[in-house]
């Protein structure tokens, strides 16, 4: 298995120049469809930001970066897993497996397709093969329930007026060719056969081409079958702009965001159906934050407003400049009480408890105190993922403010974010290592 942060491997059947053009094409889309939070923030310079960032390559070699995901192509899958896992000797990928869909299953900006009965599932020895499954197994069950229909413009030529009459149309093909009695009309029935289901059926054709178990394709074939009635063509990203989902339908909003991914990743061939190239490639400083916060608004929602990547204030005011973004911030329902909260996906291996910083970098350090300073809030929670399953013990700074007697409290507080068990512990573990640290 890889890991974030890797040493050099060789390439060996892949091709680093295909590979490296279907990486820019996927950093491409990438930029504009789902990491805006994060490149907000990226410090990389400007010329850098537009070469990707997936892969280091070093002649026939490459290296790992800060993404956890897969890229498939030609037949080829490179895997790359999160790096709190890599000193687990006897860990499994069945159980890192379980662990990152259950961290996407409350990922809301990531918007993964999810149900939630469905997460003990562990036949897929792969994450592009468990993805799929999911995949499907979420629109299958969509499709079966909530059969999507929506009023869809055609434009024809029909005996009597319906809708509007294309007047234009009309002079064209009905007056001067003689066809008097062929009225080219406008009208917006009511079909199944639309847009967005016919993208659908297209994506499960593509993917069927890539999975491999049974299970999967079973589940893949079961949703052509209902989509039966509807026109088998392909199709691209751009038909998906044309879709507009009605407030009934919102169960069907991550089926469309995925089925845009799919197709935005897709390297055509002359065959439509050729086996499919495409990545999932995630910053895994994103992936921490956004579950943090999911995760947080479930179970302390009703105690807590959750406000994830709040940016409403500056540093400064004279000029407007220096905008602060906090990953979560808290305002307690009754009191009022603010608490700003950092994720930080920076394992402190080997913590040495005698270290007055307790692994805490300078600048995070400084940028915590400016944002507390600003905001008017004494209490600041700087969040670590755990490197083993004993936790490090929380510990809080006090930072006399200079100006009063008032303090700031930055409390460092390593939580539960994977064991050697199963994701289910951590969810108990890790609401009640919150619990605490938010002294609920």
């Known amino acids: 298995m890889l890991f974030e ?20 094409q996927v950093w491409k889309e990438r930029y504009i469809a789902y990491a805006e939070e994060f490149l907000e923030e990226d410090t990389t310079p400007e010329e850098e930001k537009r070469y990707q960032p997936f892969l280091k390559f070093d ?27 890599k000193r687990e000797q006897d860990i499994t990928k069945a159980l890192i497996l379980d662990h990152i869909f259950y961290w996407f ?15 003990d599932k562990r036949e897929a020895d792969s994450l592009p093969e468990l ?42 093909n009905g007056l001067t060719t003689g066809n008097y009695h062929h009225i080219d009309c406008v009208h917006e029935p009511f079909l199944y056969d639309n847009t967005l289901n016919r993208v659908i059926k297209y994506v499960c054709r593509l993917l069927q081409s890539s999975a491999t178990l049974s299970s999967t394709q ?28 009605n407030p009934l339908f919102t169960a069907y909003a991550p089926i469309v965001e995925w089925c845009r991914r799919i197709l935005n990743q897709q390297l055509y061939s002359s065959n439509t159906y050729d086996k499919l190239q495409w990545a999932l490639l995630l910053p895994m400083e994103y992936v921490f934050e956004d579950f943090m916060a999911g995760f947080i608004r479930k179970h302390f929602g009703n105690i807590y407003k959750v406000h994830s990547q709040k940016s409403d204030l500056y540093l400064s005011v004279h000029p407007k400049a220096f ?52 905001r008017g809030c004494n209490n600041v929670i700087l969040l670590y993922p755990n490197t083993s399953e004993e936790l490090a013990s929380d510990y809080t700074f006090s930072i006399p403010s200079g ?24 969810e108990e573990d890790l609401k009640i290592s919150l619990a605490n640290v938010l002294e609920c």
């Open 59 to 85: 002649g026939d070699t490459f290296r790992t970066q800060n993404f956890i995901g897969f890229i498939q192509q030609d037949g080829e899958a490179l895997e790359i897993y999160p790096k709190v896992f």
């Open 218 to 245: 079973a589940l893949l074939q079961q949703i052509t079958f209902q989509l039966d009635e509807v026109e088998d063509i392909p199709c691209s990203a751009s038909d998906l702009d044309t879709v507009t989902l």
């Open 105 to 119: 299953s409350y990922c809301s900006k990531l918007h993964f397709p999810i149900l939630e009965a469905s997460l």
């Open 131 to 172: 993805l799929i499954w999911h995949f499907a197994n979420y629109t299958a069950e969509v499709i079966a329930s909530q059969p999507y229909s929506q009023y869809q413009e055609v434009a024809e030529a029909l005996y009597s007026p319906k809708g509007r009459i294309d007047f234009s149309a009309y002079i064209r």
């Open 5 to 24: 942060y890797s040493t050099y491997y060789p390439l060996d059947k892949l091709n680093r120049k295909k590979l490296e053009s279907f990486l820019q």
């Open 403 to 426: 100006l009063g007697d008032s303090s700031i409290n930055i409390t460092v507080c390593e939580v539960p974010f994977w064991n050697a068990v199963t994701h289910k512990k951590v």
């Open 323 to 374: 905008q602060m973004q906090h990953d979560i911030f808290l305002e307690h329902r009754e009191t009022g009480e603010k608490i700003i909260i950092d994720t930080k996906y920076k394992p402190r291996w080997d913590l040495n408890q005698a270290d007055v910083k307790q692994g805490v970098a300078q600048p995070d350090m400084y940028q915590m105190v400016s944002y507390a300073y600003r």
